[in-house]
């Protein structure tokens, strides 16, 4: 996401006599690459959401008190 990390892309040349050879060039990820990461990582984290998770904990009652006959 930084940008830290460098892709390798292989690039063939061609000499002008029917022939080519393979170079490898590194080179820093795209921007989009970056950005779509970013997203990610904050849906992961849950980053950009103004909802709260709220557990409810609903009371129980219990009725054990004794009856009183005298």
């Given at each position: 996401m930084r940008g830290q990390v460098t892709d390798?892309?292989?690039l063939v040349i061609g000499d002008?006599?029917?022939g080519s050879e393979v170079e490898r060039?590194?080179?820093r990820s795209d921007t989009s690459d970056r950005t779509k990461a970013a997203k990610l990582l904050g849906?992961?984290?849950v980053m950009w959401t103004d909802k709260n998770q709220v557990e409810n904990i609903t009371p129980e009652l219990i009725e054990d008190v004794p009856d009183d006959d005298d």
């Open positions: 390798e892309h292989l002008g006599d029917f060039h590194n080179k849906k992961r984290y």
